[in-house]
């Protein structure tokens, strides 16, 4: 079965480094998603993206982050200058859009850890 | 903020139905029911979806009551591999235009223990 593949598994960053989260998307979807998990709370969306442009983005996703799709199979989060408010396990997800399959898949996540 | 309600924890015997409770009483008639989980950490999984008539897949069942103000997930033989966190989820249906846009708004769940 197709999955959502994610890298690094486990990050860590020493405060005020730049970070690059890794996605790649399953092959024909075409909706693309960064969600975060802090430890114990609930998962919450960070970013949707959409024919090479953000869709939506949540209050969480100020200008310190950024996603990019630098080619056809890789969906990256950048966040510029990490903070130790920023550990947490990070989920990208991926969607046909629509139709009866059109359900989010979920990667295994990356944890990162600022330090 | 999620337009449901759902009992923070349940434990239920191996090899026995686990039944899932979820209330949305203000879904809309557009609205569908999804059920995700959570297994220990790993990003989550979709389960099953439904709007108003009953659903069966591999995974599991979804009962959605008449007046589609609550629904039940039953896991039918409930294993050791089921403990996880279950997130029942309104949103709008997957033929909808604005479907793929549409963020997933995670609760906080059940936290489902299976026991040996």
């Known amino acids: 079965e197709p999955e959502v593949t994610q890298t690094p598994s486990h990050q860590v960053t020493q405060m005020g480094q730049e970070v690059i989260l890794r996605c790649v998307p399953i092959?024909?979807?075409?909706?693309f998603y960064w969600y975060r998990q802090i430890l114990g709370q609930k998962v919450e969306f960070l970013v949707s993206?959409?024919?090479?442009?953000?869709?939506?983005k949540s209050e969480i996703f100020d200008d310190q982050f950024s996603v990019e799709r630098p080619d056809g199979s890789n969906f990256t989060l950048k966040i510029r200058s990490t903070k130790l408010e920023d550990s947490a396990m990070y989920f990208c997800?991926?969607?046909?859009?629509?139709?009866?399959?059109?359900?989010?898949?979920f990667g295994q996540g990356t944890r990162l850890t600022v330090v | 903020d999620a337009k449901t309600t759902q009992p923070p924890s349940m434990d239920c015997a191996e090899g026995r139905a686990a039944n899932l409770p979820c209330n949305h009483s203000?879904?809309?008639?557009?609205?569908?029911v999804y059920w995700y989980r959570q297994i220990h950490s790993q990003g989550p999984q979709y389960i099953i979806h439904?709007?108003?008539n009953n659903e069966t897949n591999e995974m599991a069942s979804l009962i959605i009551t008449e007046d589609r103000k609550s629904s039940t997930l039953i896991l039918p033989h409930a294993t050791l591999r089921d403990t996880a966190v279950y997130y029942c989820?309104?949103?709008?249906?997957?033929?909808?235009?604005?479907?793929?846009?549409?963020?997933?708004?995670f609760g906080t769940g059940t936290r489902l223990t299976i026991i040996p």
């Open positions: 997800a991926s969607s046909e859009g629509q139709g009866a399959k059109a359900e989010a898949f």
């Open positions: 092959s024909n979807h075409l909706y």
């Open positions: 993206f959409y024919n090479n442009e953000i869709s939506e």
């Open positions: 203000t879904i809309s008639g557009n609205e569908y």
């Open positions: 439904g709007l108003k």
């Open positions: 989820i309104v949103r709008v249906g997957p033929f909808a235009s604005n479907f793929g846009n549409e963020k997933l708004t």
